[in-house]
């Protein structure tokens, strides 16, 4: 890929979906002239925009993760399309998946839908991932520590699979884009950071790939990094990459995976006297789980699994100064 001064530019702007980082993201959206959404096309997309239903109305048949966020953001866009932006919802990995549910509700065989030839990967991808998953959750109440470690060992790895997949035929989708528009808006979660060596490849002519970590400065103004990386991510990520990591190391991460989950906030928390509380609320699980030996990890999971975030936060913070 060529780059030179002035050619078009793609940045990928990494960030979780979560209230607070619409603000950092409309301010980078903003000085783009297309974006694109991390979601599959919607046949009613193009009606919300053009404002014939409510953002309250496009949701009303969608299964979204985060209610709040997904209703603050559609209000962001529409506000960016009515200033001249063109936007565009791409992520093939979720449309294929869709189709497949689509297929095996309407009765047809598991057999002929796995192997389609358009969908047969993504098929396989999610068929094992959900298999490791499905291990892993069987694992965490019977098993003993070091086995439920292997089950997460597992899991990060057909996870790390299919994240490469999805961001490899998310890059072939994008690459089009690349001399369209002088200046293009990817959305993007932390995780899919393969987006950008897959892009790489793929574009061709002079172009500009830009990486951006939309809350990287309050990020590194706490902890010197641009995102709060847990050790299940980071697992995932040297699985995703092929980067070496030593059995110790690789057992460790998967260990405190396993502690930091407990530690955090799963509700959608609003901006207030802190205008990042997710990402406060990260900075301080790594904090805590970074300061776990292996061993720590064993002593910690059984007395925790269940526990709710506030009270694992107190069983950490008392474990660590009493040890």
Do not use: W
């Amino acid at each position: 890929m060529l780059v030179v001064e002035n050619s078009p530019l793609i940045t990928i702007g990494f960030a979780s979906h979560r209230p607070e980082v619409l603000p950092f993201i409309e301010a980078e959206m903003s000085r783009h002239d297309a974006l694109v959404m991390e979601e599959a096309p919607e046949e009613d997309f193009q009606s919300f925009l053009a404002g014939d239903i409510s953002a309250t109305e496009y949701l009303a048949d969608k299964d979204v993760e985060f209610p709040e966020f997904s209703l603050r953001q559609l209000d962001m866009v529409k506000g960016l399309y009515n200033q001249g932006k063109a936007i565009r919802q791409v992520e093939p990995y979720q449309e294929k998946l869709i189709r497949i549910h689509e297929l095996l509700a309407a009765g047809h065989p598991r057999t002929e839908v796995e192997n389609r030839p358009e969908l047969k990967e993504v098929y396989a991808a999610e068929s094992a991932a959900s298999q490791f998953l499905l291990r892993f959750y069987k694992a965490a109440h019977t098993a003993p520590f070091a086995g439920v470690v292997e089950t997460v060992k597992e899991f990060a790895r057909a996870d790390a699979a299919r994240f490469r997949l999805r961001d490899r035929l998310r890059a072939e989708a994008l690459a089009p884009f690349s001399q369209q528009f002088p200046r293009l808006y990817v959305e993007a979660g932390y995780i899919h950071l393969f987006l950008i060596k897959a892009l790489t490849r793929l574009v061709s002519g002079p172009v500009r790939l830009r990486p951006r970590f939309v809350l990287a400065p309050r990020s590194f103004s706490a902890i010197g990094k641009p995102r709060p990386l847990g050790p299940g991510d980071l697992l995932t990520l040297h699985y995703i990459f092929a980067s070496p990591l030593s059995e110790e190391k690789e057992n460790l991460l998967a260990a405190r995976s396993l502690i930091h989950i407990q530690l955090l906030d799963k509700s959608e928390m609003a901006p207030g006297a802190d205008p990042t509380p997710h990402l406060t609320d990260e900075i301080r699980a790594l904090r805590l789980s970074s300061r776990l030996a292996f061993e720590d990890c064993v002593t910690l999971y059984p007395q925790m699994r269940k526990a709710p975030p506030e009270k694992a936060v107190a069983m950490v913070k008392r474990f660590l100064a009493t040890n």
